[in-house]
């Protein structure tokens, strides 16, 4: 069974710094390219960050470029998403997840906020 367990998020005030973390389990974590993605209640999910699986390849949706950097550690089948300079615009429920996958985990909230 496919699982994403996310965490890490918060409150934070413009120009902070969060980490979220996603714990994935279920499936050969250390070949699948892992993405993140964030939702905002009325909006489109947003496409946020992706790493591939050997972590050599990255890429960012337009608005985070620059802001936020994916890493990931195979060895304990994790992913993380480090986000600085934090905008109010960044505020939503961040989920991770592979291309494949139907399976979506909780998510971990994010708002920023003054």
């Known amino acids: 069974q496919v699982q994403f367990v996310e965490s890490g998020g918060g409150l934070v005030q413009p120009g902070g710094s969060l980490r979220l973390s996603c714990v994935a389990s279920?499936?050969?974590?250390?070949?699948?390219?892992m993405y993140w993605y964030r939702q905002v209640p009325g909006k489109e999910g947003e496409f946020v960050a992706s790493i591939s699986a050997n972590g050599v390849v990255t890429a960012y949706g337009d608005s985070v470029q620059g802001r936020f950097t994916v890493s990931r550690d195979n060895a304990v089948n994790t992913v993380y998403l480090q986000m600085n300079s934090l905008k109010l615009g960044d505020s939503g429920v961040y989920y991770c997840?592979?291309?494949?996958?139907?399976?979506w985990g909780l998510g971990t909230e994010v708002t920023v906020s003054s």
């Open positions: 997840k592979t291309a494949s996958s139907d399976s």
């Open positions: 279920g499936f050969r974590f250390s070949s699948k390219t």
